[in-house]
């Protein structure tokens, strides 16, 4: 058996011994099925004819004629459960799986918004703005930049001073 | 330079034939942009891109031909094929490539899937070169993948074939295309940065052990305490020893397991995304649904192989103790993928087609995802059967499940072109209409949930049979996957092709598949397999036997 | 130590560019000049002609005396002809002669450093110069490339500084004409605007990096045993002796490195030092923000890397957080700045929709992937520091690439859409699919996708930052990395998926096409072929660290 070598010992054990009583017994019962449905074939002159077992015992012919209930018994159970399931994994799916990842790129773009914000609108588009505002249809552009500027060189100062501060006092020497 | 005994160089007479094999998908584009150059018609360029790419297939069955599965040495199925050259040595980085089993049916795989998917683009109208020529780039960053040897080549091959699959979904997908590629995109990256910084660890660990690589055979070797030239030890220590260099043991304790699993998880992270196992694969239904249908085979027939195949390929031999350690969470992780998958399908039988079909692929690469955790639950030793059975069966799902899964979404796309529609709920009664199409569906379908006498069978007895052995409970409750995927399908093929049929699709006999149709042509090989492997499996088994065995 | 005739040939590229920027202007005054439109044109084009020509020359005779072509390094034994003698007398100034292991006057080093921040500087002068071709010709053509020469000059010399005072000058020398070069429309609000913040900004950091250098002057002076002639303590050697011989952090020198760091560090805009840098990239003229984003941040890390490995190596410290005592030197501060530079510069990219603007943000952001690199001089071993040197050129050399590819595309975008929001890249690829093409592999490359180069320089600056034990540092790296995607992608979409609101095709202008395409050939090429270039590279150090 090629590609399955490895399967030998599982595929070389002890078959099953035919055994003429248990497949004498299969056969018998087989034949008394088709006996019994020979039989009683006669009952019927056309296939609309009614069944005469419906009259003699209802419930036995309603259980058999619906193989059991086993299809209904089974849509409800089985069926009706996995119905809920499957709504319940695409529900963890979309809902919650799919929003957790979609929530890290949203948090990843509030926090840019956030530093856009500070970054541009807060040091730099507000003195901005209110030069803008003082100095409508001027051209004054020069002035214009003194408010931005401002606010760059002080990034540095803080900058430095932070670093330094750190590393002077924060850092153990 | 003078190569190990595992690897074996190509005969004298070869030209560097894996490279040629690499590279034929872009000598293909490159004539194209000749044709467009020249303004050739867009319908010559169609059917000369889709011969073009039986230059890879046959190339790639030369080396099947000729590819002795029977080799091993030294511990381990032999590489062949071998082309090493050293690229960058600041950094010893190597040209690398080879195959041996586990690749080679994947580089199969590929090189069948691609005119595939060619012929499912033929109606695509818009920007017909580029398409064709993103198509043809993408097969050739999927044979990278999986024939390159060397990190350094197998992280760019891994990373680069987002790239045409992202323009493919972008420019050509549906509605929501642009989130779905998105999406797509910066997950599969994110999860492989860390794989990116981790290899790079290993480079410095091997550096101070004396040994600089990225060799993915050494490493591999090493990680199993296999012997390679040049060093000793075995990768656990190496690493180890390392971490205590730069002092992070002072932190994370004296344990050499807990840098093995770190490593362990970082790989498992980079590699599950791209296979979509639970809960990484909310991205597959997106994308699977907005891609162009030749996307939509080409990413789940084949990308999201290469997770599975970096796991065989990288996960399980460099790190056998941590993932010994994790494998029960590895085989929890998969039998919640196969019963999530199932129940998704079977949520979307009021649905759109293509989202069923990308829930069953879930299910389908869990099963992949057992066979895996089961391998790992048993490193070596012990009851090598059933870790042979395993990766055997593994491999064969993979085969087995890119053939199927391209047929489904093929046709799926045959079906919508045909009616502009996409929910299962707008179908009813298509086989009174069409029914050479409902037959060959059918066989694609009943190939996906694993009908005996078809190769999607062949894979997931066997995943079961060798899963069984280590992981008893977990396969126990998985075949509730099997019962449910195939309840989803067959829903499916009933709200397509049964009952009444809708009057709306009156009209639709004429467009009946037929033997003069190519999408009859283009589904025909992928059945044809199908029931070959189903029948007699072993071209495929017995590739992988040699790598199976041996490790 | 004196200055002789021999030492002439080792600064011939500098002399040559300042020869080449004073013909330049000097030529104009043979130029017809008019007001017209086409006259005007006409004499744009000639300085350009003329610029182009110089760099290339410029660039071909510091690329023989380099040696760095295969074949082109003399051997003793070369017998002498009129080529070889050629070769031989230019190669005596060369980063392979004996002669070069010495600074002149102790001031300017003539190293594989050097030399390869002369061939990354005069490149992309060239590259740049092409970009100006169709750019609206302005009233005073020749003063804007004898600008942009007189700049290549200053960083060339800032690429070889080794002593305080010539490194000032050099930087100043770079800087001046930048300003003017950044607002050179002076009809252009935004121009004038960038031109006038970049020089105040300029200024105030100039005084903080004097500041800084005359701490450290002082403290070089205040521990000599005998008094020393003056002159020769600002000499990067003589400092590093200084700060070498101590034995505990001085906290004077402390401060005098964080000034010098915060000083260089608007050159290089990183945070916190990088508010100037949107501003005025975006109101800059396109081609010269290209110039600026590259060539100009290069040369500002060149020097900072040579300052402080040169004048500081007792002070390296480690960025490592294995225990607290690690936590020091200037790598840490490197290690801190690079972390904000990284959060900030990929944040603040997110929400941009002027693609200029975006982009200024990712070279803010690619400045802290480059000071990753020099994390590695932590290691007391050579071979590591020998990684982080490499990746820090490699890188440089990238970027320089890539960055200059993208603003070109983007000038190009600019000048026949008219603007460059990314509303106007919508569509792109069916207007002029090569120009998508090539601003799509630009932008690939900045965002780290194999095979570009952006992804092998991400990868060795990854390595780099690892062995240093900065640990923490890359995992930011690498999130950050992550996050960029998301703004490369974006214009990326842009190009290939919005619909134009013209389908009328549009035609790039052939000079800008040809920088773009030898951009593009050099992204593609150091990505694939990366063994070329770092052989160069390793080069570097044998003479550059001390």
């Known amino acids: ?173 | 330079m003078p190569l190990p005994p595992y690897l074996m160089a190509s005969p004298e007479w070869m030209p560097p034939w894996l490279t040629l094999l690499m590279l034929s998908p872009l000598i293909g584009i490159a004539l194209i942009g000749l044709a467009g150059v020249a303004r050739v018609p867009d319908r010559l360029i169609k059917t000369f891109a889709s011969t073009w790419t039986l230059v890879p297939l046959m190339m790639a069955i030369v080396v099947w031909v000729s590819f002795d599965a029977n080799a091993t040495s030294s511990g381990q199925g032999a590489v062949q094929f071998v082309e090493k050259i050293p690229w960058i040595q600041a950094v010893r980085v190597d040209y690398f490539v080879g195959v041996d089993g586990l690749s080679l049916a994947m580089v199969l795989l590929t090189t069948i899937m691609t005119p595939i998917a060619m012929l499912a683009s033929m109606d695509v109208t818009h920007r017909v070169k580029l398409h064709f020529s993103l198509l043809l780039l993408l097969e050739t960053a999927m044979l990278g993948y999986f024939l390159s040897l060397d990190f350094f080549f197998f992280f760019i091959f891994w990373e680069f074939s987002l790239v045409p699959a992202f323009f493919i979904i972008m420019i050509w997908g549906g509605e929501h295309r642009g989130r779905a590629a998105f999406k797509f995109f910066v997950y599969t990256v994110s999860g492989s940065i860390g794989m990116l910084l981790l290899f790079q660890f290993l480079y410095l660990a091997t550096r101070s052990a004396g040994f600089p690589t990225f060799d993915l055979i050494a490493l591999g070797r090493l990680g199993q305490g296999l012997p390679v030239e040049g060093i000793s030890g075995d990768l656990a220590t190496i690493i180890f020893n390392y971490a205590q260099e730069l002092g992070i043991t002072a932190y994370l304790g004296n344990n050499p397991l807990t840098y093995t699993s770190i490593a362990f998880w970082v790989i498992f992270i980079a590699f599950a995304i791209k296979l979509a196992v639970w809960p990484f694969h909310t991205w597959l239904p997106d994308t699977y649904t907005e891609a162009p249908t030749s996307g939509s085979i080409l990413l789940s027939a084949v990308m999201s192989k290469m997770g599975a195949y970096g796991m065989l390929r990288i996960l399980l031999p460099f790190v056998p103790d941590a993932a010994q350690q994790f494998a029960q969470v590895m085989g929890a992780l998969a039998l919640i993928g196969i019963v999530s998958g199932a129940f998704g399908a079977l949520a979307h039988t009021r649905g759109s087609v293509k989202r069923l079909i990308g829930y069953t692929s879930i299910n389908h690469m869990g099963y992949v995802m057992l066979a895996i955790a089961a391998v790992a639950a048993l490193p070596g030793g012990a009851s090598l059967d059933s870790r042979a059975i395993a990766v055997n069966g593994a491999l064969m799902q993979m085969v087995a499940h890119g053939l199927s899964t391209g047929a489904l979404f093929l046709l799926a796309g045959a079906l919508y072109r045909r009616t502009h529609c996409s929910e299962l709920t707008d179908f009813g009664g298509l086989r009174v209409v069409m029914p050479a199409f409902a037959g060959v569906m059918g066989m694609a379908m009943f190939a996906n949930l694993g009908l005996p006498g078809l190769a999607g069978f062949v894979g997931e007895f066997f995943i079961f049979r060798g899963a069984w052995a280590t992981l008893p409970f977990f396969t126990t409750l998985a075949t509730i996957g099997l019962i449910f995927t195939a309840l989803a399908l067959l829903l499916m093929f009933q709200r397509i092709f049964l009952g009444p049929l809708n009057p709306r699709w009156r009209d639709l006999k004429k467009q009946d598949l037929s033997i003069y149709g190519l999408d009859f042509w283009a589904a025909v090989p992928l059945l044809a397999l199908l029931l070959v492997f189903g029948i007699y499996p072993a071209p495929i088994m017995g590739l992988s036997n040699a790598a199976a065995t041996e490790w | 130590m004196q200055f002789e005739m021999t030492d002439i040939p080792r600064i011939l590229p500098e002399i040559l560019l300042l020869v080449l920027g004073l013909l330049v202007v000097g030529s104009d005054i043979f130029e017809r000049w008019a007001t017209d439109e086409a006259a005007q044109r006409e004499r744009s084009h000639s300085a350009a002609w003329l610029t182009l020509i110089g760099l290339g020359m410029i660039f071909i005779i510091a690329l023989l005396q380099s040696g760095y072509i295969p074949g082109t390094q003399l051997a003793e034994d070369t017998p002498s002809n009129f080529f070889t003698n050629i070769l031989r007398n230019l190669q005596s100034g060369g980063p392979n002669s004996s002669t070069a292991v010495e600074p002149i006057l102790g001031a300017f080093a003539t190293d594989h450093l050097t030399m390869l921040g002369r061939l990354i500087f005069i490149g992309a002068a060239f590259l740049t110069v092409l970009l100006t071709f169709d750019v609206r010709p302005s009233a005073h053509p020749a003063e804007f490339y004898g600008l942009l020469v007189c700049s290549t000059a200053g960083m060339c010399i800032m690429s070889g500084a080794s002593e305080l005072i010539l490194a000032y000058l050099a930087v100043e020398l770079t800087s001046i004409p930048l300003y003017m070069l950044a607002g050179y429309f002076r009809t252009d609000k935004r121009s004038t605007e960038a031109g006038m913040k970049y020089f105040l900004f300029g200024a105030v950091s100039s005084g903080v990096l004097l500041y800084g250098m005359s701490l450290t002057y002082g403290f070089v002076a205040s521990i000599q045993a005998v008094p020393v002639d003056g002159n020769v303590l600002t000499q990067f050697s003589r400092i590093g002796q200084a700060s070498n011989s101590l034995l505990q952090n001085d906290q004077l020198i402390t401060l005098a490195v964080l000034f010098v760091i915060a000083g260089l560090g608007y050159k290089i805009a990183v945070v916190p030092f990088h508010g100037w840098s949107p501003d005025v990239y975006q109101g800059a003229p396109t081609p010269i923000t290209a110039f600026l984003s590259t060539a100009s941040k290069a040369a500002g890390f060149l020097l900072l890397y040579r300052l402080l490995v040169t004048a500081f190596p007792g002070l390296t410290g480690s960025a490592s957080l294995a225990s607290d005592a690690t936590f020091t030197g200037w790598t840490s501060a490197l290690a801190l700045i690079a972390l904000l530079t990284l959060i900030v510069g990929n944040l603040a990219a997110l929400p941009q929709t002027n693609v200029k603007r975006l982009l200024a943000y990712s070279s803010i952001a690619h400045a802290g992937f480059v000071l990753m690199a020099m994390l590695a001089w932590a290691s007391p071993q050579s071979i590591d520091r020998a990684i982080g040197t490499s990746s820090l050129i490699y890188y440089l050399v990238v970027y320089t690439v890539t960055n200059i590819g993208a603003f070109g595309s983007l000038a190009v975008i600019g000048l026949l859409t008219g603007g460059d929001d990314i509303k106007n890249l919508n569509g792109l690829a069916r207007r002029n699919l090569g120009l998508a093409v090539l601003f799509a592999i630009f932008v690939l490359s900045l965002a780290g996708i194999p095979p570009l180069s952006g992804f092998l320089a991400k990868f060795y600056v990854f390595m780099a930052a690892w062995q240093s034990g900065a640990t923490w540092l890359v995992v930011i790296g690498a999130i950050t990395t992550i996050i960029s995607l998301y703004y490369y992608l974006r214009l990326l979409r842009a190009m290939f998926m919005q619909s134009p609101t013209t389908t009328e095709p549009i035609k790039t202008p052939a000079a800008m096409n040809l920088s773009l395409v030898v951009a593009c050939l050099l992204v593609v090429f150091l990505g694939v072929f990366p063994n070329i270039v770092l052989t160069l590279i390793d080069q570097v150090q044998l003479v550059a660290g001390l």
Not at chain 1, 12 to 26: D, H, L, R, V
Not at chain 1, 36 to 43: L, R
Request: net charge negative; hydrophobic share 50%; glycine share 12%.
């Open chain 1, 1 to 173: 058996m090629p590609g399955g070598h490895w399967l030998a010992h599982l595929w070389a054990q002890q078959g099953g011994q035919f055994n003429i009583i248990m497949a004498g017994i299969a056969l018998l019962v087989a034949a008394a099925g088709i006996a019994a449905g020979w039989h009683y074939s006669g009952v019927f002159a056309t296939a609309r004819d009614p069944e005469p077992l419906e009259k003699a015992q209802p419930v036995l012919f309603q259980v058999l004629y619906n193989k059991g209930f086993i299809d209904e018994l089974y849509a409800a159970t089985i069926g009706q459960l996995s119905n809920a399931l499957a709504v319940a994994w695409n529900w963890i799916d979309q809902k919650v799986l799919d929003r957790l990842v979609d929530a890290t790129g949203v948090v990843t773009f509030l926090l840019g918004r956030l530093n856009f914000i500070i970054d541009d609108t807060l040091f730099n588009d507000g003195p901005d703005g209110l030069a803008n505002g003082t100095l409508t249809g001027g051209k004054g552009v020069r002035e214009v930049q003194t408010g931005k500027i401002h606010d760059y060189i002080t990034y540095i100062v803080i900058g430095v001073v932070v670093l330094a501060l750190f590393y002077l006092y924060g850092i153990q020497q």
